[in-house]
């Protein structure tokens, strides 16, 4: 696998590689800081393969995922990431928790942190919801997805993908297909990957494209086979069924005829275009099945094992000022 | 009633439009020519004088926050728990706020502010009411609208409405544009306001009643609010400090404190605001005051409730408008007390003899910072906060008797 570094995200001379408490966001990271993240996944891609794949570094350590919004694999991405770190992992669910009581997302949050929990994971609903409870606790919040808007380790598990498979990030076209409007997965990656020098472009049904998302340095494409054209990199998101009966899309049937990935439409991205999708797939509403399961094209799997890695090294880099490394002490 | 005499002050005169050194006299409640020599004096040592501010539109009797703001007159929404929709609750709430202020109840349009029956607007008036108002949200049937407009105007009662459709913004929190893009927040076209200030310009005209916008804000609003007023529709507006000084970029990372009703917006819309207050299309400008505490602002962005608490910033933060030259002090005043007073009938606004002794003295120049954890209003949450403002209230003067000196 090639390693090669786009210019741009080499940490410049005396830069600490990654100075921030909390990961709320790709928002707001330099370059090279998302680098030294994908960098630092790299190890653990490998000991992941490994039959035995543990590594104590987290040992004694308390990592509390603390989910409001329902989740099975990023929850379970997170878990096997702490354990294979040796923490000690905690789930909480918000169906049955005391926020279902009216408990205020502060309140919980400093119950948390009375806990003496070492690192949170948070996934919720509304966006901005992981932010007000990092501002709250004194242990690293990592952002498992806050509403319209991030999904931090989402964006560097397919950064990793890409660069994985295609050598580097810089210059490849990507297309981003789907619902923008309500993705924070589109967020991130267009935060993520122009900034690692990709160009980026968006489609989606005006009704789920985002006011003046051009201002993100991305190019909006309404048809389809005009933002697909030429594409090294296909990125479908998921529609959900709420959306598709009238509000935002008239069927689900017209929006794949639409917007949906098929083996003919591919023709028009570049040849060898990878495809990619956050999961879970609707199958046959945004992409074929043919496509999903072409494992020449489709990294849809592959996505799902750099996500463990991805958050084994977030995990690791995030604790280890706590942990007093050198150098992060 | 004490008689008081301010001398050595710079009074300003909303109505003759000038700001001129000199003495004035108060008694029994009047300004008089000429008050007894046993009256008490204040020594105004070249401090501006101006009428007391009349705020069109509170969502809470706030009586420091008033004080503090040279505020003496308040038009109290409706939006009250329980709502204002009946006599009763009329004569409840304009006997709140006596002696230091006095509020003017606006009688809810419809039972409960539900937007679908008629109140007793007729015996709320009666009762004390000087205006009618639909709450925070428009009444969204158009039929029932209109039919209200043209009881109001048998009334001779202006209706106050707030400038949104609620197809377009009803799960908005923010304003369609890069800020609530990169946030991810819910938002909603700015031609949300416009088109609800098009079909009340239409509705006011066929039926001849006033309709006063409480809060418009974007410039599509302004030129039709503009035009319309040309064309002699009886239609008014007014706007916060908040709106015309912030813009939707000012949501920072989820500040809920910024978060407003109609939402902050562009900076173009902004400039526009700027604009239409220079050229007169607005007619006053209000605090919107809507202090609220921790548990409905510390919520994530779309949870929390809108709204500021701006009474004691009010003048504060419009004396900037003037210092920058959008602006003069006479016009200042008279968007700040004149025109809401002349709007809800009410007497003030004016410095003749005769006129209520409803007064300011503040120190134009004064220089301090917000501060959300040292206000006088029962709640904090302005999104002013650590901004380094000028313009101080010395004396609040309500009836001729100094109100209870603000804390410094």
Redesign the interface.
């Given at each position: 696998m090639s390693q090669a570094i786009p210019i741009s995200a080499a940490t410049p001379e005396g830069a600490h590689p990654f100075p921030h408490r909390h990961l709320t966001g790709i928002?707001g990271l330099q370059p090279w800081e998302i680098t030294f993240l994908l960098d630092e996944a790299e190890q653990w891609v490998e000991l992941n393969r490994q039959s035995s794949k543990h590594d104590d570094r987290l040992a004694g350590l308390t990592q509390i995922n603390a989910f409001f919004e329902a989740s099975t694999r990023t929850l379970l991405s997170f878990e096997i990431a702490g354990k294979r770190l040796g923490a000690d992992v905690v789930n909480m669910h918000a169906a049955q928790s005391s926020v279902k009581k009216g408990e205020?997302?502060?309140d919980t949050a400093v119950t948390l942190n009375a806990m003496r929990a070492d690192v949170i994971v948070i996934r919720?609903q509304?966006?901005?919801?992981v932010?007000?409870i990092a501002d709250k606790v004194d242990c690293p919040v990592l952002n498992a997805g806050?509403?319209?808007?991030?999904h931090p380790t989402q964006a560097l598990l397919d950064a990793l993908t890409i660069r994985r498979r295609k050598g580097a990030l810089e210059k490849q076209r990507v297309a981003i297909c789907g619902d923008i409007l309500h993705s924070?997965v589109a967020?991130s990656n267009i935060l993520a990957l122009t900034a690692l020098g990709a160009e980026v472009r968006v489609i989606a049904p005006p009704t789920l494209m985002?006011?003046?998302?051009d201002?993100?340095g991305v190019t909006p494409f309404t048809d389809f086979d005009a933002g697909l054209d030429g594409a090294d990199v296909v990125m479908m998101l998921r529609v959900q069924n709420e959306r598709m009966q009238g509000g935002f899309i008239p069927s689900s049937r017209e929006y794949f005829a639409l917007y949906g990935l098929t083996r003919e439409r591919l023709e028009r991205a570049a040849p060898g275009a990878l495809v990619m999708h956050p999961g879970p797939m609707n199958r046959g509403v945004e992409i074929a099945s043919d496509i999903a399961d072409d494992l020449e094209r489709s990294a849809i799997t592959e996505q799902v094992e750099m996500g463990v890695a991805v958050r084994m090294a977030c995990l690791d880099v995030l604790t280890r000022q706590q942990r007093g490394v050198e150098g992060w002490a | 009633m004490n008689p008081l005499t301010i001398t050595g002050g710079t009074l300003v005169d909303p109505v003759g439009g000038s700001v001129l050194p000199g003495d004035i006299a108060c008694a029994d409640g009047k300004i008089v020519d000429s008050a007894p020599d046993s009256a008490k004096s204040i020594d105004a040592g070249g401090l501006h004088v101006a009428p007391g501010i009349v705020d069109l539109g509170c969502f809470a009797i706030d009586i420091p926050a008033f004080a503090a703001g040279g505020i003496t007159r308040v038009a109290l929404m409706p939006d009250q728990s329980p709502a204002i929709d009946e006599p009763a609750m009329v004569q409840h709430a304009a006997a709140a706020g006596k002696p230091t202020v006095w509020v003017h109840p606006l009688a809810a349009a419809t039972q409960a502010l539900n937007g679908e029956e008629l109140t007793e607007i007729g015996l709320m008036q009666r009762a004390g009411a000087v205006a009618v108002s639909t709450g925070r949200q428009r009444i969204a049937d158009s039929g029932l609208m209109h039919r209200l407009l043209s009881y109001a105007a048998a009334l001779d009662l202006m209706v106050i409405t707030h400038a949104e459709d609620e197809g377009l913004s009803r799960h908005a929190v923010a304003t369609d544009g890069e800020t609530a893009t990169r946030l991810g927040l819910p938002s909603g076209p700015a031609i949300s306001e416009a088109m609800a200030i098009a079909r009340d310009v239409m509705l006011a005209e066929d039926t001849g009643a006033h309709v006063h916008f409480r809060t418009v804000t974007t410039a599509r609003g302004f030129d039709l609010i503009r035009e319309a007023k040309a064309r002699g529709v009886h239609i008014s507006c007014g706007i916060t400090p908040g709106h015309l000084l912030l813009c939707d970029v000012d949501i920072g990372a989820y500040r809920t404190f910024a978060k407003l009703s109609p939402p902050l917006r562009s900076a173009e819309d902004r400039d526009a605001a700027l604009v239409a207050l220079a050229d007169g299309t607005i007619d006053v400008i209000c605090s919107g005051h809507d202090p609220q505490g921790p548990e409905a602002k510390r919520l994530p962005y779309a949870d929390a409730e809108p709204g500021m608490s701006g009474a004691e910033t009010l003048l504060t933060l419009s004396l900037g408008l003037v210092r920058d030259g959008h602006i003069d002090m006479a016009r200042l005043f008279a968007l700040l007390s004149r025109n809401p007073a002349t709007l809800l009938g009410v007497d003030g606004g004016a410095m003749s003899a005769g006129s209520a002794a409803d007064l300011v003295i503040f120190d134009a120049d004064a220089p301090w910072r917000v501060d959300t954890m040292n206000m006088a209003s029962s709640a904090g949450n302005t999104p002013f906060d650590e901004l380094p403002v000028q313009g101080k209230v010395v004396h609040t003067i309500k009836g001729g008797q100094s109100v209870d000196r603000p804390p410094s």
């Open positions: 928002f205020t997302l502060i919720h509304a966006s901005g919801a932010q007000l806050d509403g319209w808007h991030e924070r967020r985002p006011a003046a998302i201002r993100l | -």
